[in-house]
């Protein structure tokens, strides 16, 4: 089967639900209940918007949401955003390590947080961009959006060059 893509304004989408979406095309034709997602959720940003089904089986692919019209494209931002809720660490505010599995307590933009990271060489990644992502040993995520931006104390807890 061949993927249909969504190259331009063609559709409007129409919000349902904080991650459904209608697909109302000017043709005439109307996809109902899709769940926007990133197929690069770390690196795609905006490009590649897989749009699924209720049964999860890929409708279409938003190419850009640039192309899309300004409502389409912040109803689709929005739904990504409710997704892909990622805290932001701000700061980070104790450390310690005990058989090699270290203990974070850090400030978000969602409160403060404690949590265990069990392998750093799996569960921290230093991405090209100057974001870090941290992932949890109850697998949920954190990021760092521009190490830069931390606090002198902040960026000797994280243990590593910067």
Request: charged letters at 35%; one cysteine or more.
């Amino acid at each position: 089967m061949a993927r249909f893509y969504i190259n331009s304004d063609e559709v409007k989408f129409i919000r349902k639900d904080s991650c459904l979406v209608d697909a109302v095309f000017y043709d005439g034709r109307v996809i109902e209940d899709l769940e926007p997602r990133r197929l690069f959720p770390v690196s795609g940003g905006s490009k590649y918007i897989t749009l699924l089904d209720k049964d999860n089986k890929e409708q279409a692919i938003i190419r850009d949401l640039a192309a899309l019209i300004p409502e389409s494209k912040e109803i689709i931002e929005d739904c990504l955003k409710e997704y892909y809720l990622i805290p932001k660490i701000e700061k980070l505010v104790e450390r310690s390590e005990k058989f090699g599995v270290l203990k974070w307590t850090v400030d978000t933009d969602r409160g403060r947080q404690s949590f265990t990271i069990q392998n750093r060489q799996y569960d921290i990644k230093v991405l090209y961009d100057g974001r870090i992502l941290v992932r949890d040993s109850n697998d949920n995520r954190y990021e760092i959006p521009d190490v830069k931006k931390l606090d002198k104390h902040s960026k000797k807890l994280l243990g590593f060059d910067i």
